[in-house]
């Protein structure tokens, strides 16, 4: 028996575990990237980018919901209709917010997801089309979480830069230990 954290993919598996164990292994990382900080660090951007781990933190929870809710569940997509219907730039950090905003808004997506993403995983498989057509083709479920895997990818470099510029907080994984809200 393995004994890895829950967010580690698999030593072995099925292409699914893999990609969803890859999926919640770079979830995990970057939510402990952003962990712990205040509104003004959640703010903080470095002199050469627009990004910061709040406005990253609020783009992850609408990727998720877009890709999650709208592309694969075929569900109102609420956190991406908010950031819109609001006129707000979901990159931009609102000083007035309570950072805890911010973190519950990104863990409640990621749970939703990772209901879906359950769903997936017992009801469908990889190859099913999803809600995201271009030319007429619709892209399978497999195609949007690679998206997703990518996504995390990009930004969990990022993250990586900018809590290091924070308070120094380096490395590549999460302490073995760690679980982000949607684990408890």
């Known amino acids: 028996m393995e004994i890895l954290p829950p967010w580690e993919p698999p030593m072995s598996?099925?292409?699914q575990q893999h990609l969803f164990g890859m999926l919640d292994r770079l979830r995990a990382t970057f939510r402990y990237k952003?962990?712990?900080?205040?509104i003004e660090q959640l703010a903080t951007k470095l002199p050469s980018s627009q990004l910061s781990l709040g406005g990253l933190l609020?783009?992850?929870?609408l990727v998720e919901d877009e890709k999650?809710?709208?592309?694969?569940?075929?569900?109102?997509p609420e956190v991406?209709?908010?950031?819109?219907a609001n006129g707000r730039e979901h990159f931009v950090v609102d000083l007035e917010e309570d950072p805890e905003n911010l973190y519950q808004r990104y863990d409640r997506a990621v749970a939703k997801s990772r209901g879906i993403q359950q769903s997936v995983i017992e009801e469908r498989n990889l190859d099913t089309g999803s809600g995201l057509a271009f030319e007429g083709k619709h892209a399978s479920i497999r195609r949007i979480i690679c998206d997703l895997i990518e996504e995390y990818g990009r930004h969990a470099g990022h993250a990586?830069?900018?809590r290091e510029a924070i308070d120094g907080r380096v490395g590549?994984?999460?302490p073995f230990d760690y679980l982000p809200a949607w684990y408890a």
């Open 160 to 162: 990586d830069l900018l």
């Open 80 to 84: 991406l209709l908010g950031f819109t």
């Open 34 to 38: 952003a962990d712990g900080l205040d």
């Open 172 to 174: 590549e994984d999460p």
């Open 58 to 61: 609020q783009h992850l929870a």
């Open 13 to 15: 598996g099925s292409d």
């Open 68 to 76: 999650f809710t709208y592309f694969i569940a075929g569900q109102r």
